[in-house]
């Protein structure tokens, strides 16, 4: 059937759903995706639903927009959405049709990544845990059972969507779909299999109809009619597969993740910029940032081993959904001077214009019409040029069109008119963000050791740690007993040792009780345990938990990939010699207590006999804690600290904000100051030396009630409940810092007097942008000069040359409002402090949050 009789059918029947667009086709050709018949460059921003809250989504797409995108992209994530096979989720921060809908309402379209696998740093790279359990299966391989279930979990998607209306055709805002995910990496493991799957995938995918484009990412091997993808820190070398298909950059790595005990990642935004400028220069027509809002792993989300709560993702709209400086702001000047480019991008058929400007200086030229690169004369046509310098040390003068132009080095100028640059990678300001204790009143319950309920059972030997637990908790419980006689006790005096048990591989955490006391752990990842124990005379309970800290999300035979205990277990050092215990009987417990009663719950927490929490009386080691507190005025996001805690998880009224864990990061290897020059990678930049990778918390707005909050911790290790604090997120100091030489606003590109001629580009003069959050005024500013200042943001100071009027000028222009811009020239501070010197405007001001500190 044809689809827009489909559509048309479909209205008529009546789906309740409202239109958002008018219907159009989304089509392609070796350029660029074609949108309602025309060619389109798109930028587009990489967004996961459920890693923030669904009050939590408007505010972040509306930003994305404002900075300058075009796309929403998503994963579809399966164990979110089919918790139990056949019993689905689509609520909460998984309604993915409310997510999609929302992007529709704000004039965008939707990149629906379906996969079904994600990876994501992201649970069991978004597998549902029961699909391991299907006999005979083998994950992401030409295996039945497997191809069945995947192709049951697409069809779901995309018949919700088309049931609700969204795909372009329908009027709705999705205009492309992904089946599977970054295959390539992969596929060799799989042999001929893996060769055989992809083809069965990407048929499968185009038999559902779905009226929309279908991609791969990192396939070269996709078939010709689904467009393979490039992810990476770097894509403008990038060449899909076909001259048919379009350059597309489905995930730019604007960022990179964390793990416990690591430091935090950073990239600088001059290169993230440079690689975005070198991709659109060099043919490049679609581009992601993964992520543009990376959000927090709530609950047990979080994928592994040993990924962090927080997948902020050092991206343009933090966390808290807060604009993230100076990353979002430069990125948006970026985007509006490729959508300057963009009739002259989508222009050109067979490829720009290229010339060397130096040794590793060029130019890419986009005209309607071909022109002499060598004349200083340019007709009346549609032309953008992009003027790159690749040397990481010097700044270069280039000649370009008759005209002179400096290139900073590791920079791309953007020439929207192929005469006046509009914007330069490296050219970014600086904003800095900043942020801003709990109760008192606590009372604890302490978790029982081992065994502890009735849904417990004893089994012969080992057993691997998913197959038992199903995912539904982090802890498995192993519980056996042991006689130990007086001659061992005697033996261990004599010879003044200690016995040790001996697990030959762990995996991600496991602890060691004898007779309920802890005696030791180890973290790793398939590592040999060895832990000296204390032993009594008659019998003794050896109590090991296994704990996960998310399940693996990225590599082969995932299914294969378990948790736990695995080879032998062995008790050493009796006079007799080793005990081993691997065929020992051994009792099993999912779980623990407070888990299974909930009583993080607003319904439950009065469900065990809470004990009133004294300084003195601080359990060490698995124990609960609870206390109520209320809410901090205002609106700004909050943020739970837990540094004082060892690790376990937290619930605010029952809502998982995730796993804590207070490792720290190795004291070495964070730079003082961070060059971009240069290519990137995921460890060149890092932060966050000798602190915790992370000790603060985000706790959604939504989930918080004026008063009266519940909040529950569990503790394994320990820690001091009484040192946890809620702490605003919000932004307290800015600082910009523009040049009267740096380049005009790109908003004058589109204004009258410069489109009819009576002003030149050339004689407009660059603007100081400041912009506090939202609901936040700029209260106080700190500091001004226009001159010669020296410092950056928070160390500014006065140089030799200074217009004594600045700061009064710069306070009038902005004192009590929300954003405020200032025009960088004489004119506006009615002197020139040092004539024959070019003179740059520095300011630092004060943001005023609703409250600072608030006692729980």
Avoid at 418 to 439: I, R, W, Y
Wanted: glycine share 8%; proline share 5%.
């Amino acid at each position: 059937m044809d689809l827009w009789l489909l559509a048309l059918l479909l209205m008529l029947v009546g789906s309740g759903s409202a239109r958002f667009f008018q219907p159009f086709n989304v089509s392609y050709d070796h350029r660029a995706l074609i949108i309602d018949g025309k060619r389109r460059m798109l930028i587009s921003a990489g967004i996961h639903y459920p890693r923030a809250t669904p009050e939590m989504w408007p505010g972040i797409i509306a930003k994305s927009k404002e900075g300058g995108a075009d796309v929403i992209q998503t994963y579809v994530f399966w164990n979110g959405h089919e918790p139990s096979r056949g019993q689905y989720n689509f609520e909460g921060r998984y309604d993915l049709v409310k997510f999609t809908k929302l992007v529709a309402s704000s004039g965008l379209y939707l990149h629906l990544r379906i996969g079904p696998y994600v990876c994501a740093e992201w649970n069991f790279g978004g597998f549902p845990i029961w699909l391991r359990d299907i006999p005979g299966i083998k994950f992401r391989t030409n295996n039945e059972q497997f191809k069945k279930e995947m192709q049951r979990f697409v069809e779901k998607i995309v018949d919700l969507m088309t049931q609700e209306m969204l795909f372009s055709w329908q009027g709705g805002p999705i205009i492309l779909l992904q089946i599977e995910n970054e295959y390539g990496n992969i596929e060799s493991s799989f042999g001929n299999d893996g060769k055989q799957y992809i083809k069965w995938a990407a048929s499968m995918a185009l038999s559902l109809n779905a009226g929309v484009p279908w991609v791969m990412c990192r396939q070269t091997d996709a078939p010709e009619n689904i467009i393979d993808t490039c992810n990476a820190f770097y894509c403008d070398g990038f060449r899909p597969n076909s001259y048919r298909k379009p350059a597309m950059w489905t995930e730019d790595w604007n960022g990179w993740y964390a793990s416990w005990g690591g430091r935090l990642p950073h990239r600088p935004v001059e290169d993230n910029a440079f690689a975005v400028a070198r991709f659109f220069q060099r043919g490049g027509s679609f581009h992601n940032y993964y992520m543009f809002f990376g959000g927090t792993n709530f609950g047990r989300t979080a994928g592994g081993p040993l990924q962090i709560t927080s997948y902020d993702y050092d991206a343009p709209i933090d966390e808290y959904g807060l604009l993230s400086f100076p990353k979002w702001g430069h990125l948006k000047d970026l985007h509006a001077a490729i959508k300057l480019c963009e009739p002259a991008l989508v222009a050109v058929d067979d490829g720009p214009q290229y010339a060397k400007l130096g040794p590793m200086q060029e130019v890419h030229v986009y005209s309607s019409s071909r022109i002499d690169l060598n004349s200083s004369i340019l007709e009346d046509i549609k032309c953008s040029a992009f003027l790159a310098n690749i040397d990481e040390h010097k700044t270069v003068n280039v000649k370009f069109l008759g005209q002179k132009y400096a290139l900073p080095p590791w920079s791309v100028s953007v020439l929207p008119d192929c005469k006046h640059v509009a914007f330069n990678t490296a050219q970014a300001g600086d904003m800095l963000p900043q942020e801003n204790s709990v109760s008192n009143s606590w009372v604890s319950f302490r978790e029982p050791i081992g065994a502890w309920e009735g849904n417990s059972f004893t089994a012969e030997g080992i057993l691997e740690h998913l197959n038992v637990t199903k995912d539904i908790s982090d802890y498995l419980w192993y519980v056996t007993r042991i006689n130990i006689s007086a001659e061992d006790i005697s033996f261990w005096e004599a010879t003044h040792t200690l016995p040790s048990i001996f697990i030959d591989q762990v995996r991600d955490v496991a602890r060691i009780f004898v007779n309920g006391q802890l005696a030791g752990s180890k973290v790793g990842n398939w590592v040999r345990l060895e832990q000296p124990i204390h032993l009594i005379q008659g019998v003794n309970d050896i109590a090991v938990v296994s704990e996960t800290v998310g399940l693996k999300n990225y590599g082969a035979f995932l299914e294969k990939d378990g948790a736990g205990l695995r080879g032998r277990i062995k008790l050493s050092g009796l006079k007799g010699g080793e005990m081993d215990l691997s065929n020992s009987i051994w009792t099993y417990q999912v779980g623990l207590k407070g888990e299974f009663k909930k009583i993080y719950s607003l319904n439950n927490h009065e469900s065990v006999d809470w004990v009133n929490l004294t300084a003195n009386s601080i359990p060490s080691t698995f124990t609960w804690y609870k206390t109520f507190f209320d809410a901090p005025v205002g609106n700004d996001p909050v943020a739970i600290y837990l540094g004082s805690m060892g690790k376990g998880q937290a619930w605010i009224n029952g809502h998982g904000i995730g796993r804590y864990w207070s490792l720290v990061a190795p004291k070495q290897g964070c730079p003082k100051t961070c060059n971009y020059r240069g290519a990137y990678s995921d460890g060149k930049c890092m932060t966050n030396c000798g602190k915790p990778t992370q000790d603060r918390y985000h706790i959604p707005r939504s989930w918080l009630k004026p008063s009266s909050n519940l909040l529950v911790i569990f503790e394994e290790t320990g820690g001091d409940p009484l040192k946890i604090q809620l702490k605003l997120h919000a932004t307290g100091t800015i600082c910009s810092k523009v040049s009267e030489t740096s380049h005009p606003p790109l908003t004058i590109w589109s204004s009258s007097d410069v489109t009819s001629g009576k002003t030149s580009i050339a004689d407009v003069a660059p603007e100081l942008h400041l912009h506090c959050d939202d609901g936040q005024m700029i209260s106080r500013v700190t500091f001004a000069s226009f001159g010669n200042p020296t410092g950056s943001c928070q160390h500014f100071s006065l140089g030799k040359c200074h217009a004594q009027s600045s700061l009064s000028i710069v306070s009038k222009a902005c004192q009590g409002r929300n954003s405020c811009k200032i025009s960088v020239s004489r004119t506006t501070f009615g002197e020139d402090p040092c004539r024959g010197v070019v003179k740059t405007l520095a300011v630092e001001a004060e943001c005023t949050s609703s409250l600072a500190v608030t006692s729980v």
